[in-house]
């Protein structure tokens, strides 16, 4: 997905990634996306691997729709280990090799 990077002759934007784990709740979901998206930012869903086809499906009909929500999957988050950081740093690199984010 190409991610659209917004940029104002006025003053410099300030571009936001947000990670979100997400394995129900998929109206919820929605709505937490709506409050946070901005042109500028964009939000990453991180689908754990326990979720279910149907949520997931309805996860990817919200991204669709929305230029800056992307949907991945990486691995599965276990608590308390540093599968989280480990995680976000995948995200990190993918954003800045493949996509080439500047930020």
Known sequence: KKLKQQQSKYSPLVRIVFTIVAYQDA???????????????????????????????????????KENVVVMQFGTVVYPTDSVSQINMEI????????????
């Open 27 to 65: 109206p919820h979901l929605k709505r937490l996306i709506d409050a946070i998206l901005l042109p500028q930012h964009v939000v990453i869903v991180h689908l754990e691997r326990s979720a279910s086809s149907d949520f997931v499906q309805q996860v990817h009909n919200i991204a669709v729709d």
């Open 92 to 103: 990190i690199e993918w954003l800045v090799h493949d996509v080439q984010w500047q930020y």
